[in-house]
């Protein structure tokens, strides 16, 4: 039988040991290609948060100029306001107020029918309703009625027409032949 020399298997070992190594490398330097590809395909930060960061940065430009606006149109309304705040106008308003009050107090004074009483007029209504009575058929269907005078009511009965009068004739004139 015939043994292997030492020399050929070291040779041969030496051989598939560099051949590993460089399988081993081969691995390798693809896999850090592979890895250099998708590094240059993959988008950088800036080109991803891009967008964003400059909504972001005129949204808040924006704003600024929304709150100066805004600012702006409520130191107007503040000085509007605060020219109609002085005691002058004021007093003005207060005045006109009262003259207006007074007009509307005097014209609810003249329509006051209680009022028509003090010129020595009756108001006539009907006793168990209080409706007030306008005409002489509505005081007959009334029957009993409250005549209301300055100075108080008084209860009165309404008589059938053509009754005998309460008050005397006048003495007639004698006659003069």
């Not at 003005?92 to 107090?105: E, G, S, V």
């Not at 006048?170 to 003069?176: I, N, V, Y």
Request: hydrophobic share 40%; glycine share 8%; aromatic share 2%.
């Amino acid at each position: 039988m015939a043994v292997p020399v030492l020399a050929d298997l070291r040779l041969t070992l030496a051989a598939m040991g560099q051949r590993t190594e460089r399988c081993v490398r081969r691995y390798h330097e693809r896999g850090r290609e592979r890895l250099d590809a998708l590094v240059r395909v993959i988008p950088k930060r800036d080109a991803l948060l891009g967008p964003q960061r400059q909504r972001a940065d005129d949204l808040g430009a924006r704003l600024d100029r929304g709150l100066e606006r805004r600012v702006t149109l409520a130191r107007g309304v503040l000085d509007r306001s605060a020219g109609a705040l002085r005691l002058s106008v004021l007093e003005r308003r207060l005045d006109d107020a009262r003259i207006r009050l007074d007009r509307t107090w005097r014209l609810a004074e003249s329509l006051n029918p209680d009022r028509l009483l003090e010129r020595g007029y009756v108001r006539v209504s009907a006793r168990p309703s209080g409706m007030v009575i306008t005409t002489s058929a509505a005081a007959r269907t009334a029957g009993a009625v409250t005549l209301h005078f300055r100075d108080g009511p008084v209860d009165a009965r309404v008589e059938r027409a053509g009754g005998k009068a309460y008050d005397k004739p006048g003495p007639e004139q004698p006659s003069l032949l």
